[in-house]
């Protein structure tokens, strides 16, 4: 199993348009036939120190191997989503974990 965890800090956070945007953006990815498990959110309302609630959104994608998520990485949907949404964050932080 390989686990894609994605988290993004917008540009203009206090903006519904972009953030409408984003979402619809993350949303589009989860028709990409290699991932096995999609998630799309927020941050939770969790209150502790070592939680850090800092990101406006994030994914988690669960692959079935390293080769599902390299043809995800490559596949025209994420591609397009890249080019069509790049200009809403500030900052992307990737953590990928395999089991």
């Known amino acids: ?7 993004f800090w917008l ?3 206090e903006s519904q348009d972009d953030r409408d945007a984003l979402r619809a953006g993350l949303e589009s ?3 990409i036939d290699a991932i096995s498990k999609a998630y799309v959110g927020i941050p939770a ?5 070592v939680v850090d ?3 406006d959104f ?7 191997d390293r080769a599902a998520h390299d043809a995800y990485q490559v596949h025209p949907v994420h591609l397009e989503f890249v080019d069509v ?3 809403l964050w500030l ?9």
Not at 1 to 7: A, E, G, P, R
Not at 45 to 49: A, F, H, I, L, M
Not at 58 to 64: C, E, G, K, N, P
């Open 53 to 55: 609630h800092s990101y």
């Open 45 to 49: 309302d969790t209150r502790r120190p």
């Open 1 to 7: 199993m390989f686990v894609h965890t994605v988290f």
């Open 85 to 87: 949404c790049k200009h």
């Open 11 to 13: 540009n203009r956070p």
């Open 58 to 64: 994030s994914l988690t994608f669960v692959f079935a």
């Open 29 to 31: 990815l989860k028709g």
């Open 91 to 99: 900052r992307v932080q990737i953590y990928d974990a395999v089991s």
